[in-house]
């Protein structure tokens, strides 16, 4: 084959998928899952849909320079994240693997050379500089400033059995930064991860912070076994003349009393929002909860299961509209598009136990699927 003939195959693959979400299909980069999203013998790590769930496509090819076919499909997925820029661009951590990215899933995922092959606990990009990304990898945080090619330590712990368990970015000002800990710590950044300040420190781990769309003052966070609770923190930092300011939390709010009327267990599995109304979601192993202001009422939106047979393992919200609500278990894909009134249930188009949903924000049409394969 020419090397003119091998351009013009990969130009073709690149204009198969573009922002606006056309089509999946290549024979170079997909597997195909089955017409009916019931394939149940497809063992992969990562699959995509473009119409909502009803079909699947594992595409977890790498991109090689030589012929030699290579896969991520053996992965387990520890985090899935898109480039809040560029929807295309996404980021899959791995349990023990490290981290793959890929700038169009059609061309292939990429290996991360720089960082260690470890579990990647969680992984941000800068919401205003494509370049800069973080990675939680143990009881570190790593930043690039140039597109995954170089990495530096910018946060370590120094007792080795801690984790840095989840990063949040201000998406006004992401010289802003927040990291939670295993012990229980926030710890917080106003110069991208330079120094650090603890502004919280809770009774047990930090699995999740996240920042309000609507306004990056207030930020949401929850513990391993659900305590869930809001806090303001400055965002116009002022490192010189504010610099106590910058770190102060104000209206600390434990949800607590909130939510005790609510059964949730201690199987945490994510808080989120939604971009466009800021509609905070709040899923545990066994219910998924809707709030409209901000956590002060909470809505327990009825899924099919009883709470009793209920088994979440990850869920998802439409950015651009919060009545389309996502969630997965071990064996199955659930869909409401009316916000919990009627519910579309299809068998997970793998073996594998659903861990990750990742809907685009472009095209909300288009979700993203990370596995883990369950030990027998």
């Not at 003119?4 to 597997?31: E, H, Q, R, W």
């Not at 659900?226 to 949800?255: G, P, Q």
């Amino acid at each position: 084959m020419s090397q003119k003939t091998v351009k013009i195959i990969i130009s073709l693959a690149a204009l198969a998928l573009t922002v606006s979400g056309c089509s999946f299909s290549t024979t170079s980069s997909s597997t195909s899952a089955g017409s009916n999203s019931g394939n149940s013998g497809t063992d992969s790590s990562i699959f995509v849909s473009e119409n909502n769930g009803d079909t699947w496509q594992s595409l977890v090819s790498v991109a090689t320079i030589n012929a030699r076919p290579e896969t991520i499909g053996s992965l387990n997925i520890s985090s899935l994240t898109m480039d809040p820029q560029d929807s295309r661009a996404i980021y899959a951590g791995s349990y023990d693997k490290g981290l793959y990215y890929t700038y169009n899933i059609v061309n292939g995922w990429n290996p991360v050379a720089g960082l260690p092959s470890a579990t990647i606990n969680d992984v941000k990009v800068d919401p205003q500089n494509k370049c800069i990304i973080y990675a939680a990898i143990a009881n570190r945080l790593y930043r690039s400033a140039d597109c995954s090619r170089n990495w530096t330590q910018v946060y370590f712990d120094n007792n080795l059995g801690i984790q840095v368990t989840t990063i949040a970015i201000d998406q006004y000002n992401p010289r802003n930064l927040y990291i939670g800990t295993s012990r229980g710590e926030i710890i917080k950044s106003i110069n991208s991860g330079d120094s650090w300040q603890t502004i919280q420190r809770l009774d047990e781990e930090v699995a999740r912070i996240i920042i309000s769309p609507l306004d990056s003052r207030l930020l949401f966070g929850a513990t391993s076994h659900n305590d869930i609770f809001s806090f303001n923190s400055n965002t116009d930092t002022d490192a010189v003349s504010a610099a106590d300011r910058n770190f102060v939390v104000e209206n600390w709010w434990d949800l607590h009393d909130v939510l005790k009327g609510y059964n949730l267990g201690n199987d945490f599995k994510d808080i989120t929002t939604c971009a466009k109304d800021g509609t905070v979601f709040l899923a545990t192993g066994k219910i998924i909860l809707r709030s409209a202001d901000n956590g002060n009422t909470w809505d327990n939106i009825k899924l099919i299961p009883s709470t009793d047979d209920a088994v979440i393992t990850a869920m998802a919200v439409n950015p651009q509209n919060s009545q389309d609500i996502y969630y997965v278990t071990n064996t199955a894909f659930y869909r409401t598009l009316d916000g919990g009134a009627t519910w579309t249930t299809k068998k997970l188009p793998t073996s594998r136990a659903g861990r990750f949903l990742l809907v685009d924000f472009n095209n909300p049409n288009i979700i993203y699927l990370g596995t883990i394969k369950l030990k027998n």
